[in-house]
């Protein structure tokens, strides 16, 4: 993948899950969002400028420092400028968590085969999160109350079509997913599985039907981002047609 679509797919994850702040500072964009998720948590060097890469990371360090968080970089290979990973390693910044971000053609995903569990299953879809989605989100991912509230405060700021799916059971959400729409892609996230239930297939359902509704609605192709250490996800990623893209790493430090 070159630069030019590497930044591209840089400006979809920016647009689907927005921070609760941001500021742009000549090419390099950062977002705020209380420390919830690095996405949001983030300095995206996404662009050259006219002012010196050291002026920009003193700018963010004292940006970071005012709101209590530590200063985090997202690097890419295509971050500028190139040698802006090892200014920051010499800086003191260490990388915390590395992910790989996957790509597919949707009509490829569809075609790979699914395996239902039982047919007391039913799938939900709604175009905004409802409170049974939300609460099943926070408890599958063991949320805090602060990050439970930073959470809805990110998904009530989508300002793209966005879709919102839930695998159900005897009344109960036992899976859920979020797909978010921009021109012929679709992003997906949040998608998680109840301990008790995983590896059934469910999660591999919640993606279909997102996917489904995105060719629906004219996209072609999908991304998602997955820690590179979450092996349960990739298996399921690359059983569905998912390949790497590319990586991008966390460089962090408390300024």
Avoid at 3 to 24: C, F, H, Q, Y
Wanted: proline share 3%; charged share 25%; glycine share 8%.
């Amino acid at each position: 993948m070159d630069s030019n679509d590497i930044r591209r797919l840089e400006e979809l994850t920016l647009n689907a899950w927005p921070g609760l702040g941001e500021v742009v500072r000549d090419g390099w964009v950062a977002r705020l969002a209380n420390g919830f998720t690095g996405r949001s948590n983030s300095v995206y060097p996404l662009y050259d400028g006219s002012l010196g890469a050291t002026a920009k990371i003193e700018f963010f360090e004292r940006l970071y420092t005012q709101h209590g968080l530590p200063t985090t970089f997202k690097l890419t290979a295509t971050s500028h400028p190139a040698d802006l990973d090892a200014m920051l390693a010499a800086r003191g910044y260490r990388e915390s968590r590395r992910a790989s971000v996957q790509v597919s053609g949707i009509a490829a995903s569809l075609q790979t085969r699914h395996r239902i569990e039982t047919a007391a299953q039913t799938t939900e879809a709604r175009d905004v999160p409802w409170d049974q989605w939300l609460k099943a989100v926070e408890k599958f991912r063991a949320f805090s109350p602060a990050d439970s509230a930073s959470l809805r405060s990110i998904l009530a700021h989508i300002a793209l079509p966005a879709q919102y799916v839930a695998v159900m059971e005897a009344g109960e959400v036992i899976a859920c997913g979020l797909g978010v729409l921009e021109e012929t892609w679709i992003g997906l996230y949040d998608i998680v599985t109840r301990e008790d239930r995983r590896g059934r297939g469910h999660g591999s359902l919640v993606v279909r039907s997102l996917l489904a509704w995105a060719r629906d609605n004219g996209a072609s192709d999908a991304y998602l981002q997955v820690m590179i250490d979450n092996a349960p996800a990739q298996a399921l990623y690359a059983k569905l047609g998912f390949r790497e893209a590319y990586q991008y790493a966390y460089r962090s430090k408390r300024t």
